[in-house]
């Protein structure tokens, strides 16, 4: 079977999960291209940029795919011109509400009246959570199926032989933008007894010794959707505390397998953040039944079967 990723990068969200899914299904004999096209590295050009250089690079290009699968609303317009059988689209958040928290009225106003046309385009819609899912049926009439998005433990073998702790270790790990909340946590460090430290754009494995060397992952975010680092600290067995929004609240139950607290509120961050530390057994309850829930759903062992399948059906079909 001939597949043709699209993502407008291969890291972090949506596009890890491209680069990691692409990888697993060549090791099961799927033959996997990954459309690279560069991009301005301007903040608010960066997405424009790519859409237009990979629709021109899909247009004139010959190749022809049983199956396209563009991640991200910047790549549905390269998918639409791409030549394959099957079109998928993944996506990974309710994508207008997102530009709407970080963009202006003008370009959010856009993106939400075509939103759904361009969502259109593909044969299936895909996307890792039941929340995103049930909020396009309510908002648009769309149906879509859902996969959640897997971990690779077996990239953890050294991470886990790290056994340090760095004393009373508080750890964010994330962009540096509004809708992850760091300017929250921030606002909340003065009153967290202990040292925070603040992992941006850092590479993966030095990220995650220094969650495995962490007591705390903190999660402040606006807007999330299922945060891939939430599933690392449940495999590494730290505790995490996070917003109380959709998609985080997917996984998350509040006191069993993580602390959910209020969205914009650095203060019920600090007591939650505070309250742990102190309460060593709770701590340690609640990492592992993060372990349980991360093990039981969320590993390439359980779920590639199903991708495996997802791609067969669509020709099938």
């Given at each position: 079977?001939?597949?043709?990723?699209?993502?407008?990068?291969?890291?972090?969200?949506?596009?890890?999960?491209?680069?990691?899914?692409?990888?697993?299904l060549r090791e099961q004999g799927f033959e996997i291209k990954l459309m690279n096209i560069p991009n301005i590295p301007i903040k608010n050009l960066k997405n424009p940029s790519f859409a237009l250089f990979s629709s021109l690079s899909a247009i004139f290009s010959k190749e022809k795919y049983d199956v396209v699968h563009a991640f991200n609303m910047p790549s549905a317009f390269a998918m639409k011109f791409t030549k394959a059988k099957k079109k998928v689209l993944s996506i990974h958040g309710i994508y207008s509400e997102?530009?709407?928290?970080?963009?202006?009225?003008?370009?959010?106003?856009?993106?939400?009246?075509?939103?759904?046309?361009?969502?259109?385009?593909?044969?299936?819609?895909?996307?890792?959570?039941?929340?995103?899912?049930?909020?396009?049926?309510?908002?648009?009439?769309?149906?879509?199926?859902?996969?959640?998005?897997?971990?690779?433990?077996?990239?953890?073998?050294?991470?886990?032989?790290?056994?340090?702790?760095?004393?009373?270790?508080?750890?964010?790990?994330?962009?540096?933008?509004?809708?992850?909340?760091?300017?929250?946590?921030?606002?909340?460090?003065?009153?967290?007894?202990?040292?925070?430290?603040?992992?941006?754009?850092?590479?993966?494995?030095?990220?995650?010794?220094?969650?495995?060397?962490?007591?705390?992952?903190?999660?402040?975010?606006?807007?999330?959707?299922?945060?891939?680092?939430?599933?690392?600290?449940?495999?590494?067995?730290?505790?995490?505390?996070?917003?109380?929004?959709?998609?985080?609240?997917?996984?998350?139950?509040?006191?069993?397998?993580?602390?959910?607290?209020?969205?914009?509120?650095?203060?019920?961050?600090?007591?939650?953040?505070?309250?742990?530390?102190?309460?060593?057994?709770?701590?340690?309850?609640?990492?592992?039944?993060?372990?349980?829930?991360?093990?039981?759903?969320?590993?390439?062992?359980?779920?590639?079967?199903?991708?495996?399948?997802?791609?067969?059906?669509?020709?099938?079909?």
């Amino acid at each position: 079977m001939k597949i043709l990723f699209i993502a407008p990068r291969y890291s972090g969200g949506v596009g890890g999960h491209a680069a990691r899914l692409a990888s697993k299904l060549r090791e099961q004999g799927f033959e996997i291209k990954l459309m690279n096209i560069p991009n301005i590295p301007i903040k608010n050009l960066k997405n424009p940029s790519f859409a237009l250089f990979s629709s021109l690079s899909a247009i004139f290009s010959k190749e022809k795919y049983d199956v396209v699968h563009a991640f991200n609303m910047p790549s549905a317009f390269a998918m639409k011109f791409t030549k394959a059988k099957k079109k998928v689209l993944s996506i990974h958040g309710i994508y207008s509400e997102q530009i709407n928290m970080l963009h202006s009225q003008l370009i959010s106003s856009k993106i939400k009246n075509n939103e759904k046309n361009i969502l259109k385009w593909a044969d299936v819609l895909l996307t890792n959570s039941k929340n995103v899912q049930r909020g396009y049926k309510e908002k648009l009439g769309l149906d879509f199926d859902y996969m959640y998005g897997p971990i690779d433990v077996d990239k953890f073998k050294k991470i886990e032989a790290n056994k340090i702790k760095n004393g009373k270790q508080v750890v964010y790990i994330g962009r540096d933008s509004y809708e992850k909340g760091i300017d929250i946590l921030k606002k909340a460090e003065s009153e967290i007894d202990a040292n925070v430290v603040y992992c941006i754009n850092l590479e993966w494995e030095k990220a995650m010794i220094i969650l495995k060397s962490s007591n705390v992952l903190v999660v402040p975010s606006r807007i999330d959707n299922i945060p891939n680092v939430i599933k690392e600290a449940f495999y590494l067995k730290i505790p995490v505390i996070a917003t109380d929004i959709e998609g985080i609240s997917e996984i998350i139950t509040n006191d069993v397998n993580g602390i959910l607290v209020p969205s914009e509120d650095p203060e019920k961050i600090a007591f939650a953040v505070n309250k742990l530390l102190k309460d060593k057994e709770k701590a340690e309850k609640i990492a592992e039944n993060g372990y349980e829930f991360v093990m039981e759903n969320l590993t390439w062992k359980t779920l590639l079967s199903k991708y495996m399948k997802f791609y067969e059906d669509l020709i099938i079909n």
